[in-house]
């Protein structure tokens, strides 16, 4: 059995002095058993969520952990929709934070098939 962090990110990241990772925090979404694939799909899609390059970053990120991981691509999309369709009312009510209109573009992205 997995557990699923799914807010990988660098401020939740503890580093040592010589930048080696210690730790893990902000446990808010540390509740799912499940696919270590979910982690590296969000952690890609929730690298930089706002960013002027959060797409490219997010579409690069996505092909990386493919590839070094040798998970499904269309897997990965598949949990990055899950992921947006989960929180896209976790956050501001008023949804000025962003993370709605972050969810949307998510949805957006690429063929809704989903894999074989």
């Known amino acids: ?3 699923v962090h799914g807010d990988l990110v660098p401020p939740n ?6 930048g080696a990772p210690t730790a893990v925090l902000d446990f808010g979404f540390f509740t799912t058993a499940g696919d270590p694939a979910f982690e590296a799909a969000v952690a890609a899609a929730v690298w930089d969520m706002y960013g002027p390059y959060a ?3 997010t579409v690069g990120l996505t092909r990386l952990f493919a590839g070094e991981f040798r998970y499904s691509a269309d897997t990965l999309h598949l949990y990055q929709r899950a992921y947006a369709l989960a929180t896209y009312d ?24 989903p894999p074989r």
């Open 1 to 3: 059995m997995s557990v």
């Open 13 to 18: 990241i503890l580093v040592d002095d010589t």
């Open 90 to 113: 976790l956050f501001s009510s008023d949804g000025e934070d962003g993370h709605f209109r972050w969810c949307v573009r998510v949805l957006g992205r690429g063929g809704l098939t």
């Open 55 to 57: 797409e490219e970053h």
